[in-house]
């Protein structure tokens, strides 16, 4: 699952993996996860050990 905001909806979701579009590996261990909303919106959520966000526990 990964928790998303999704500006649209003005809101936070849970979102399970089929849900994600894409996965980034971005420079120094970030992780950008491109997400949909559940009406559809896109989503992107950056996950990794140096961002102190709530990151995708499992999958
Ligand atoms: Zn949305």
Redesign the pocket.
């Known amino acids: 699952m990964f928790l998303g905001y ?4 003005e ?1 936070r979701f849970l979102l399970p993996a089929n849900h994600v579009v894409a996965v980034h590996n971005l420079e120094s261990g970030v992780i950008a996860v491109e997400l949909t ?5 896109h ?1 992107l959520v950056l996950s990794g050990k140096d961002i102190d966000i709530p990151g995708p526990a499992t999958v």
């Open positions: 999704c500006d649209e909806c809101d909303c559940y009406e559809g919106h989503i």
